[in-house]
């Protein structure tokens, strides 16, 4: 194996201390931003709402849609802009679900969705609509071929399959230039340009979370969590000893709680890509703390008149390299997809990324005190060295 260090001595426990009450400390930040401030966001996904990410033809300032959204009592939405050229807008309402039915509530959610995008649509959208014509930025597959069949026949899905992958990469038809320059048909975009108008916007995705359906699953993303804690303190406890059942639990917990601390600060939102990264986290975080463990349980059999601390650095130390090589390659593929995996996958790799630098730090610095502390409480001269 690659060895990035050779014989390194460093004494990792005498900073077990400062480790602790740096992380701790910043936990306890981290808890107090998400209680007493809302440091905690939580997604459509678990609180209900809608959410819409769309693309204007010609870009507006947030001031103006959130004026025009005041109209239809919805200014408080959240309004995001993303990207700095070729800017897209994400739009995210939470309904009340106060007094409402399962069905009730779902309801209202594609309604609210519905009305935001009608009130942010021009005099010009409208007048278009009132004279029969068809938005060429809202048309889907199916509407796209129903319109050319009847003229092209054999070629209208060829043609269509042009128009969809232009709007797909560039997000809206800005304008009937853009069409020409695909190698369309003369026929093609005569008649586009005869039933169809350049709407004012795009609808990139839209998202609908009943409240209900909301609070059905943030309880079940943490029981889901709850679990692989239980279950892997008894993995550990039947694999080795109690003890390190204890310190790997401890240390789990104290990296879910950090890498959340850590979240909070970010102004990011918790949604399902997000839950699924920390069970993620969870098994990645156990496994490099058991290899430590396993190297403190095997010197404990060879070594039986060392020092405790002392055999715990050792143990540390050679597997050191292990240790910096595993989680730095990891990290590396991390920083790729948080820089250029796209939005999509982005909250769930920066998760990732936050979590197995913590991760990695905490095999070194949490877990192996947790142990240490434990062996100077209850002192088991022998069960530690079976």
């Given at each position: 194996?690659?060895?990035?260090?050779?014989?390194t001595?460093i004494?990792?426990?005498?900073?077990?201390?400062p480790?602790?009450?740096?992380?701790?400390?910043?936990?306890?930040?981290g808890?107090?931003?998400?209680?007493?401030?809302?440091?905690?966001?939580?997604?459509?996904?678990?609180?209900?709402?809608?959410?819409?990410?769309?693309k204007f033809?010609d870009?507006?300032?947030?001031?103006?849609?959130?004026?025009?959204?005041?109209d239809?009592?919805?200014?408080e939405?959240?309004?995001?802009?993303?990207?700095?050229?070729?800017?897209?807008?994400?739009?995210r309402?939470?309904?009340?679900k106060?007094?409402?039915?399962?069905?009730?509530e779902?309801?209202?959610?594609?309604?609210?969705a519905?009305r935001?995008i009608?009130t942010?649509?021009?005099?010009?959208?409208?007048?278009?609509?009132?004279?029969?014509?068809?938005d060429i930025?809202?048309?889907?597959?199916?509407?796209?071929?129903?319109?050319l069949?009847?003229l092209?026949?054999e070629?209208?899905?060829?043609?269509?399959k042009k128009?969809?992958d232009?709007?797909?990469e560039?997000?809206?038809?800005?304008s009937?230039?853009?069409?020409a320059?695909?190698?369309?048909?003369?026929d093609?975009l005569?008649?586009l340009q005869?039933?169809?108008y350049?709407?004012?916007?795009s609808?990139?995705?839209?998202?609908?979370v009943?409240?209900?359906?909301g609070?059905?699953?943030?309880n079940?993303?943490?029981l889901?969590i709850i679990?692989?804690?239980?279950?892997?303190?008894?993995?550990?406890a039947v694999?080795?000893k109690?003890?390190?059942g204890?310190?790997?639990?401890?240390?789990?917990?104290?990296?879910?709680?950090?890498t959340?601390?850590?979240?909070s600060f970010?102004?990011?939102?918790?949604?399902?890509?997000?839950?699924?990264?920390?069970?993620?986290?969870v098994?990645?975080?156990?496994?490099?703390?058991?290899v430590?463990?396993?190297?403190?349980?095997?010197?404990?059999?060879?070594l039986?008149?060392?020092?405790?601390?002392s055999?715990?650095?050792?143990?540390?130390?050679?597997t050191l390299?292990?240790?910096?090589?595993?989680?730095?390659?990891t990290?590396?593929?991390?920083?790729?997809?948080?820089?250029?995996?796209?939005?999509?996958?982005?909250?769930?790799?920066?998760?990732?990324?936050?979590?197995?630098?913590?991760?990695?730090?905490?095999?070194?610095f949490?877990s192996?005190p947790?142990?240490?502390?434990?062996?100077?409480?209850?002192?088991?001269?022998?069960?530690?060295?079976?």
């Amino acid at each position: 194996m690659l060895q990035l260090f050779k014989e390194t001595r460093i004494p990792f426990l005498k900073y077990k201390y400062p480790a602790i009450a740096l992380s701790w400390s910043v936990i306890a930040a981290g808890m107090i931003n998400i209680f007493f401030f809302g440091g905690l966001k939580l997604g459509v996904d678990f609180s209900g709402g809608t959410l819409i990410r769309m693309k204007f033809r010609d870009p507006l300032p947030i001031s103006e849609i959130r004026g025009r959204l005041s109209d239809i009592r919805l200014g408080e939405s959240k309004i995001q802009e993303v990207g700095a050229e070729d800017r897209e807008y994400i739009i995210r309402t939470i309904v009340s679900k106060a007094g409402q039915q399962e069905s009730e509530e779902v309801e209202a959610t594609e309604i609210m969705a519905n009305r935001i995008i009608d009130t942010l649509l021009t005099a010009e959208d409208r007048r278009a609509l009132e004279a029969g014509l068809q938005d060429i930025n809202s048309l889907d597959a199916a509407g796209l071929n129903y319109l050319l069949e009847p003229l092209l026949l054999e070629n209208a899905a060829e043609e269509t399959k042009k128009i969809l992958d232009h709007r797909i990469e560039s997000g809206v038809v800005r304008s009937w230039d853009d069409l020409a320059a695909l190698d369309l048909g003369r026929d093609t975009l005569a008649r586009l340009q005869e039933r169809c108008y350049l709407g004012s916007l795009s609808v990139l995705s839209k998202e609908t979370v009943g409240p209900l359906a909301g609070d059905y699953l943030w309880n079940r993303a943490r029981l889901a969590i709850i679990y692989a804690l239980l279950g892997m303190l008894i993995y550990i406890a039947v694999r080795f000893k109690l003890a390190y059942g204890v310190s790997g639990l401890l240390t789990l917990f104290h990296d879910i709680l950090l890498t959340l601390s850590v979240f909070s600060f970010t102004s990011r939102e918790i949604n399902l890509p997000v839950i699924a990264a920390f069970l993620t986290l969870v098994g990645y975080s156990i496994n490099d703390t058991i290899v430590i463990f396993d190297r403190i349980r095997d010197n404990l059999k060879t070594l039986r008149k060392a020092d405790f601390e002392s055999l715990m650095n050792l143990s540390i130390n050679q597997t050191l390299n292990r240790t910096v090589i595993t989680g730095g390659t990891t990290m590396l593929s991390l920083l790729v997809l948080v820089l250029f995996g796209g939005e999509v996958i982005n909250d769930f790799a920066f998760t990732l990324l936050i979590g197995i630098v913590i991760g990695t730090y905490s095999s070194i610095f949490q877990s192996c005190p947790f142990l240490y502390f434990w062996w100077k409480i209850f002192k088991p001269k022998k069960g530690m060295r079976k």
